[in-house]
């Protein structure tokens, strides 16, 4: 994050171990988990005071499990993204897979013939999407990925 951006959070100079110099000059704060990373370290005890301002981008959601550090700690679901003890319609998903976030959507624009038209021509017919918040979580889906490419 910039200098610029520390102002205008009002973070002082450091490593948050002072609050901040006033009031939050906006509503919400859009972030995904490398800002919100980024913002626990530089803003340090002050992030708490602000936490219900926040709003983190998380394209696939995050599960109350994983969500709530105690819980994910005792049952072994600690994770890179999770454990920030939010309140769970604080993350903002593209897709609902969870009842528990905020189903935000995701915008895609119209296209004219022409760039229909275009598309069609240089179609790729052996693509898939495929996802996943971790390596670990590809280990057993090799094959998958194996035989998409090869059909």
Not at 52 to 79: K, M, Q
Not at 97 to 102: A, L
Not at 144 to 150: E, N
Request: aromatic content about 14%; glycine content about 8%.
């Amino acid at each position: 994050m910039s200098s610029v951006c520390f102002r205008f959070l009002g973070v002082p100079p450091g490593r948050g171990s002072c609050p901040l110099t006033g009031p939050l000059p906006f509503d919400l704060i859009y972030t995904d988990y490398h800002g919100l990373q980024q913002m626990k370290q530089h803003m340090g005890l002050s992030l708490k005071k602000y936490k219900c301002h926040i709003r983190v981008i998380d394209t696939f959601g995050t599960e109350p499990a994983y969500n709530h550090e105690e819980y994910a700690t005792l049952h072994g679901y600690r994770t890179n993204w999770g454990y920030w003890n939010l309140n769970s319609r604080q993350y903002m998903t593209m897709f609902p897979h969870t009842p528990d976030n905020s189903f935000m959507g995701f915008v895609s624009e119209e296209l004219n013939s022409t760039e229909k038209h275009n598309i069609q021509l240089n179609k790729v017919r052996n693509m898939a999407v495929v996802y996943g918040k971790e390596v670990s979580m590809w280990k057993v889906r090799a094959l998958h990925v194996v035989f998409i490419c090869h059909s």
